[in-house]
T-cell receptor
């Protein structure tokens, strides 16, 4: 019940295209859903996050879509650029209520954007 | 804001020696710090959670006597890998949580440990 399932494992997109990464969870008590971007040899960087009281959040070219009933959320990268090539991790936690909930990570998606 | 640093960024040590990795929150006070381990092409594996002034809480399967964690202040946590062996070679990453928006975690740049 603590798992977060992420797909696809890898993704190749042409420059200017839309990259879509999906995650699913089981624990309905999760209330914070961040996405992290990690470049090789670097630590993950918080990209964008959503809480379950909204269905969509957009920051620049990055959008999270959240479907509470389906227990799924996804990351959309519009106008994908070669600089977006990285590994993306979704995560979920119980932490938005100020508790000490740890992040449960998906297995990651390696995105390659071809010029 | 919310910058976390790690030192060193990479370290090579001989089998049987100990190595210490520092994690600092540079512009905020960290109520909680976390240590993760990441193998190549894999996700992050939580090793332990520590709060300032109290003992770390280790995840199941993580040897507390091998991976010593000290959360000395609200801006500094250290991970000491004792009697390191080649199988301890990995990428170690810390993260920190602050009082404001405590559900967010900010990650350091990671430390690459190679044990020869």
């Amino acid at each position: 019940q603590q798992q977060v399932k992420q797909s696809p494992q890898s993704l190749i997109v042409q420059k200017g295209g839309i990259s879509i990464i999906n995650c699913a969870y089981e624990n309905t008590a999760f209330d914070y859903f961040p996405w992290y971007q990690q470049f090789p040899g670097k630590g993950p960087a918080l990209l964008i996050a959503i809480r379950p009281d909204v269905s969509e959040k957009k920051e620049g070219r990055f959008t999270i879509s959240f479907n509470k009933s389906a227990k799924q959320f996804s990351l959309h990268i519009m106008d994908s650029q070669p600089g977006d090539s990285a590994t993306y991790f979704c995560a979920a936690s119980l932490g938005a209520r100020g508790s000490q909930g740890n992040l449960i990570f998906g297995k990651g998606t390696k995105l390659s954007v071809k010029p | 804001g919310a910058v976390v640093s790690q030192h060193p960024s990479w370290v090579i040590c001989k089998s049987g020696t100990s190595v210490k990795i520092e994690c600092r929150s540079l512009d905020f006070q960290a109520t909680t710090m976390f240590w993760y381990r990441q193998f190549p092409k894999q996700s992050l594996m939580l090793m332990a959670t520590s709060n300032e002034g109290s003992k770390a809480t280790y995840e199941q399967g993580v040897e507390k006597d091998k991976f010593l964690i000290n959360h000395a202040s609200l801006t500094l946590s250290t991970l000491t890998v004792t009697s390191a062996h080649p199988e301890d070679s990995s990428f170690y990453i810390c993260s920190a949580r602050r009082r404001v928006r405590p559900y967010e975690q900010y990650f350091g740049p990671g430390t690459r440990l190679t044990v020869t």
